[in-house]
């Protein structure tokens, strides 16, 4: 089994940055890619930013410029630096964790930006 464990979120002003971490553990190499979704209440879920195991990186059009997402060295742990963030970020972000045929999710942060 697989698990996503998440940390960071919280509460901040728009403008301010927050970062949210997450790592793989178990049999974690069944995990090839990694990213951040995200779902506001009452909204469907969204992509945030996801990496592939060879690096390839995709945002979700309402973060780019302004999200990043890096992997450390043994591809495990995942790192989103949220910058300039708006009221309109305000959602649970979940981390994800994507193989073959398999995915897995963590239980979900808060990130709350007030205005």
């Known amino acids: 089994q697989v698990q996503m464990e998440e940390s960071g979120g919280g509460w901040v002003q728009e403008g301010e940055s927050l970062s949210l971490t997450c790592t793989a553990t178990g049999s974690k190499y069944r995990i090839n890619d990694m990213g951040w979704y995200r779902q506001a209440p009452g909204k469907q879920r969204e992509l945030v930013a996801s990496?592939?195991?060879?690096?390839?990186?995709e945002y979700g059009e309402a973060v780019k410029g302004r999200f990043t997402i890096t992997r450390d060295h043994y591809g495990h742990t995942v790192y989103l630096q949220m910058n300039s963030l708006k009221s309109e970020d305000t959602a649970v972000y979940y981390c994800?964790?994507?193989?073959?045929?398999?995915?897995?999710w963590g239980q979900g942060t808060q990130v709350t930006v007030s205005s």
């Open positions: 994800g964790g994507w193989g073959k045929g398999e995915d897995y």
């Open positions: 990496i592939t195991i060879g690096g390839r990186i």
